[in-house]
């Protein structure tokens, strides 16, 4: 994080729920190609496989990610520093580069018990369609909720 106001207030608390949002480096648009998508598909499931999160849903944008998960371990700076650190080696790799991958810190809500886990993740995976890059719900191929993707 590179604004030391990003880390006022913040709280890491195993079984919370959190809404977290991180930006590509330079806001490039890395993430339009199914390989490169995939790469950080495999970095949020080696995470869950890990038991760290449960994901509830996550939608990779074309230069950032939104993800709805519950943290079941560790804090959630260091969740979100194995998630980059791993996605971005994966990625170098593919891509035949190195340097930074993802923009420093990352922008995080720890969801209200009294909001709806439901709601928030079908906030999160229609942002494809706000954003002009699919007509309906489920149309767009990088995005993935645990629910029914119907209202």
Same mark, same amino acid.
């Given at each position: 994080?590179? /604004? *030391?106001?990003?880390?006022?207030?913040?709280?890491?608390?195993?079984?919370?729920?959190?809404?977290?949002?991180? &930006?590509?480096? @330079?806001?490039?648009?890395?993430?339009?190609? @199914?390989? /490169? &998508?995939?790469?950080?598909?495999?970095?949020?499931?080696?995470?869950?496989?890990?038991?760290?999160? =449960?994901?509830?849903?996550?939608? &990779?944008?074309?230069?950032?990610?939104?993800?709805? +998960?519950?943290?079941?371990? @560790?804090?959630? *700076?260091? =969740? +979100?520093?194995?998630?980059?650190?791993?996605?971005?080696?994966?990625? /170098?790799?593919?891509? =035949?580069?190195?340097g930074p991958f993802w923009q420093p810190g990352f922008y995080d809500h720890a969801v209200r018990s009294d909001e709806s886990l439901h709601t928030q993740a079908l906030y999160i995976v229609a942002?494809?369609?706000?954003?002009?890059?699919?007509?309906?719900?489920?149309?767009?191929?990088?995005?993935? =909720?645990?629910?029914?993707?119907?209202?």
């Amino acid at each position: 994080m590179t /604004n *030391p106001r990003l880390r006022q207030g913040r709280h890491s608390q195993v079984g919370q729920v959190y809404a977290l949002t991180t &930006v590509a480096y @330079r806001r490039q648009p890395l993430f339009t190609h @199914r390989h /490169n &998508v995939e790469q950080i598909i495999d970095a949020l499931r080696f995470i869950e496989a890990e038991r760290i999160t =449960c994901s509830l849903a996550w939608v &990779v944008m074309p230069d950032h990610l939104h993800w709805l +998960m519950q943290l079941r371990q @560790r804090t959630l *700076p260091a =969740c +979100m520093q194995l998630f980059k650190s791993r996605s971005a080696r994966l990625l /170098n790799r593919t891509l =035949c580069r190195s340097g930074p991958f993802w923009q420093p810190g990352f922008y995080d809500h720890a969801v209200r018990s009294d909001e709806s886990l439901h709601t928030q993740a079908l906030y999160i995976v229609a942002n494809p369609v706000r954003a002009g890059l699919a007509t309906r719900l489920g149309e767009y191929p990088y995005a993935w =909720c645990r629910w029914p993707l119907d209202g």
